[in-house]
C-alpha cells in the first residue's frame, strides 16, 4: 500500500483500489462505439457517482478534474444542494409526527455537509489529486471552512421545530475543539452531539461506525427522521434513518 493511500485510509476509512476510467481520451468513444464528448463522458461520471453506481474511487479521472472543480464552483451545486434540502422540509411538513419529546433526531455529517472543504481541495484539483492526510487535518485544525449556507437554514430551522440535532462526522477525535469553533464561527450552534471518530471507530468502516452509532441513539430512545450526509456511508447501513438525503459530493469517496 502506499503512503498516500494510506493516510487516505487513515482519515477516511476504508478504500479498495479501483480503476473507474475507462474513457479513452484518444478515440473519444464510449463501449459501444458512440461517439460522446469528453464533457458527456464527466457529466455521465458525476452522475453514476451521485446514484452510488461507480464507488470507491481514489481520485476523479484526470480528464474530468476541471469539469468538476468547475461544478463545484458553480450555481448548479448550489441549485442541486438547495433542492435536496428544500425537499427535506418537504417531508417534515408531509410526513413526520413529531412528538416533541426530546426524542425527535436528526443526523447530520460535517465535511461537505454544514461546512466546505472546497478551499482545500481545490489546491488538489477536486479530488483529482489524492489527498494527504496530515495537510487535510492541518487545514481542518485552522477551523476557516465556510458554512454551507443552505445547510445552515436547514440546521436552524430543524432546531426551531424541537428536532435534537446529532453532528456525526467521520473526522478524528482530536479534531474535536477545532471542529466546535469552526462550527460556531460560522453560525451553527445548539447541535445536540458531536460524534467524532475514536482510534477504535478507525478499526471499521466509516459505514459500520456511523451505523453503530445511529444503533446506540435508537437504544437512547432517540427517533432519527432523517440524515442529510454527502456520502453514501452516511445514509447506508442499518438501522437507518426514516428518510435520507443525499447532498452531491463528485470529489472524494468514502467508505
Ligand atoms: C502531506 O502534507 C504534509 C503537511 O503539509 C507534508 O509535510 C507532507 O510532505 C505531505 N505528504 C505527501 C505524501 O505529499
Redesign the pocket.
Known amino acids: 500500500m502506499n503512503?498516500?493511500l494510506g493516510?487516505f485510509l487513515g482519515f477516511f476509512g476504508l478504500l479498495f483500489p479501483l480503476t473507474v476510467a475507462k474513457w479513452n481520451i484518444l478515440n473519444q468513444k464510449s463501449h459501444n462505439g458512440l461517439k460522446i464528448s469528453v464533457k458527456e463522458y464527466c457529466r455521465s461520471w458525476r452522475l453514476n457517482i451521485e446514484l452510488n453506481n461507480i464507488r470507491e474511487f481514489q481520485v476523479v479521472p484526470e480528464e474530468c478534474s476541471e469539469y468538476i472543480g468547475k461544478y463545484m464552483r458553480s450555481m448548479q451545486y448550489n441549485v442541486d444542494s438547495e433542492l435536496a434540502l428544500d425537499e427535506c422540509l418537504v417531508y417534515l411538513s408531509t410526513s413526520c409526527n413529531l412528538k416533541k419529546d426530546g426524542k425527535d433526531a436528526w443526523i447530520f455529517d460535517i465535511d461537505d455537509t454544514l461546512i466546505s472543504t472546497i478551499p482545500f481541495l481545490k489546491n488538489y484539483l477536486y479530488g483529482g489529486r489524492r489527498l494527504?492526510?496530515?495537510?487535510l487535518e492541518?487545514w481542518m485544525n485552522k477551523a476557516k471552512a465556510p458554512a454551507l449556507d443552505h445547510s445552515l437554514r436547514l440546521f436552524n430551522d430543524l432546531k426551531s421545530r424541537g428536532i435534537r440535532i446529532i453532528l456525526l462526522s467521520s473526522r478524528r477525535e482530536h479534531l474535536r475543539s477545532a471542529t466546535i469553533d469552526n462550527l460556531v464561527n460560522v453560525g451553527y450552534h445548539g447541535w445536540t452531539c458531536l460524534v467524532l471518530r475514536n482510534p477504535d471507530d478507525e478499526l471499521v468502516s466509516v459505514e459500520k461506525y456511523k451505523s453503530d452509532v445511529r444503533k446506540q441513539l435508537e437504544k437512547d430512545g432517540y427517533r432519527i427522521w432523517g440524515i442529510v450526509g454527502d456520502q453514501y456511508s452516511s445514509i447506508e447501513g442499518l438501522p437507518s434513518a426514516k428518510r435520507t438525503f443525499k447532498l452531491p459530493n463528485p470529489m472524494y469517496y468514502v467508505a
Open positions: 503512503k498516500s493516510f494527504n492526510l496530515t495537510a492541518e
